[in-house]
T-cell receptor
Framework: DQQVKQNSPSLSVQEGRISILNCDYTNSMFDYFLWYKKYPAEGPTFLISISSIKDKNEDGRFTVFLNKSAKHLSLHIVPSQPGDSAVYFCAASPNQAGTALIFGKGTTLSVSS | DSGVTQTPKHLITATGQRVTLRCSPRSGDLSVYWYQQSLDQGLQFLIQYYNGEERAKGNILERFSAQQFPDLHSELNLSSLELGDSALYFC??????????????FGPGTRLTVL
């Protein structure tokens, strides 16, 4: 029973355009959401997060949107760059502090120049 | 470099064997988490330790066990290995429990292959 779902295994985007990665969750107890980025042969690295009390969080080219009623979040990357090509994992937590993360299966983003 | 180290990077062994994976957290981090990533799967939480004590358990098999030592490094022991245990095993660390979010920093992982 997957509590965090990333339904698109892959996404291809041209350099300079917007990349939109989507994530759905089923557990209404989730209170904190994160995006991690993973390059081959490396561990995941934290990208951006959002608390359930917000509907948007922005950090440079990266913006995460949260729609609690739809149990849906998305990561927007504008403009996309070839170096953004990686696997992106959506993760959720029932609270902010020191608990295990529930991950989706990931979306592989390919940005072509 | 996240500051989390994992050894070994690669491990190849046979079914029925036992292996130990090691993790050193970032300096100052008290919490250690173990995750398993199988083919086409997201990261599955296995177990968490906080300052030497087990704090949470996820989908960890009874054949698997872990501990966190006084110097805060952690070991994940996998025994009676089966082909299906082949996966990437990640360790992550965070400061610990507090009111503000503790970002988890991940190590590079150990790739286990069971033949």
């Amino acid at each position: 029973d997957q509590q965090v779902k990333q339904n698109s295994p892959s996404l291809s985007v041209q350099e300079g355009r917007i990349s939109i990665l989507n994530c759905d969750y089923t557990n209404s107890m989730f209170d904190y959401f994160l995006w991690y980025k993973k390059y081959p042969a490396e561990g995941p690295t934290f990208l951006i997060s959002i608390s359930s009390i917000k509907d948007k969080n922005e950090d440079g080219r990266f913006t995460v949107f949260l729609n609690k009623s739809a149990k849906h979040l998305s990561l927007h990357i504008v403009p996309s760059q070839p170096g953004d090509s990686a696997v992106y994992f959506c993760a959720a937590s029932p609270n902010q502090a020191g608990t295990a993360l529930i991950f989706g299966k990931g979306t592989t983003l390919s940005v072509s120049s | 470099d996240s500051g989390v180290t994992q050894t070994p990077k690669h491990l190849i062994t046979a079914t029925g064997q036992r292996v130990t994976l090691r993790c050193s957290p970032r300096s100052g981090d008290l919490s250690v988490y173990w995750y398993q990533q199988s083919l086409d799967q997201g990261l599955q939480f296995l177990i968490q330790y906080y300052n030497g004590e087990e704090r949470a358990k996820g989908n960890i098999l009874e054949r698997f066990s872990a501990q966190q030592f006084p110097d805060l490094h952690s070991e994940l022991n996998l025994s009676s290995l089966e082909l299906g245990d082949s996966a990437l095993y990640f360790c992550a660390s965070s400061v610990g429990e507090s009111r503000s979010y503790n970002e988890q920093f991940f190590g590079p992982g150990t790739r286990l292959t069971v033949l």
